[in-house]
């Protein structure tokens, strides 16, 4: 029987195989390399984002700080060009602030849907 750390199947947005969003830095709920998710997820860190600085300054303003390096918690901080496994619910916060960063569709699983319309995602692919 499944418990709430069980990784849902690992699809991406466009209905393929959930391709990988980045190993450096080490990304994903479970920090794997893969925006996979759980029911254990409450953040739902399902977008396969493109760090930009522009993104990465709002996320500071909002209250969370993506670019200071973290060495505690082995978290180097992210800096523009990064992909990252983002909550999907900041992306969709982000898009109607008009800062969303990128995103790579084959790295976001299918999970993002339940927050973010599809058509908004690919406004921001890569």
Not at 59 to 86: A, I
Not at 116 to 121: A, I, K, M, S, Y
Request: charged fraction near 15%; charge should be negative; include cysteine.
């Amino acid at each position: 029987m499944p418990n709430a750390t069980t990784p849902y199947p690992n699809r991406n947005v466009l209905g393929g195989p959930l391709e990988g969003c980045s190993t450096a830095p080490m990304t994903g709920f479970f920090r794997d390399g893969q925006c996979s998710t759980c029911a254990a997820d409450t953040g739902s860190h399902t977008v396969c984002a493109v760090m930009t600085a522009e993104f990465l300054a709002f996320s500071k303003y909002v209250g969370n700080d993506l670019s200071t390096p973290h060495p505690e918690y082995r978290f180097p901080g992210l800096k523009p060009g990064d992909r990252w496994c983002l909550c999907a619910a900041r992306f969709l916060q982000a898009h109607a602030e008009g800062c969303a960063p990128q995103v790579h569709l084959a790295g976001t699983h299918e999970r993002a849907l339940d927050v973010v319309p599809l058509d908004v995602l690919r406004e921001y692919a890569v």
